[in-house]
């Protein structure tokens, strides 16, 4: 988790004065991962959904509609999170055959 720090100089209060105090507010910033799937001519929708369910966790409409879309579309982000956890579920899904990456 990164934090980003801003400094407020001045802000108006409720009753609609001027404040000039200085004020620091801290912002989580995170940065969100992506497990991109992507169309391949060898795996069948049935093992798609399949490894989507175990391994992302999907319900399985949830995995038929990545399915589709990926098989439509070419690709599609079947799960996002942080890096570490979505470094784990890419290598289970290239561990089964599907052709997956982060971004």
Known sequence: MNL????????VSESGTQLDEEVELLEDVTQEN????????VNTFDWVI???IEICE??????EQCALLVHF???AVVKTG?????QAI????CDRDLSATIE
């Open 34 to 41: 992506k497990v991109v799937l992507y169309n391949d001519d």
């Open 90 to 93: 890419c290598q289970a899904l």
């Open 82 to 86: 942080s890096l570490e956890n979505m």
């Open 4 to 11: 980003y720090q801003k400094t407020v100089n001045s802000f």
């Open 73 to 75: 579309k070419g690709k």
């Open 50 to 52: 399949e490894c989507l």
């Open 58 to 63: 999907h319900d399985e409409i949830q995995a």
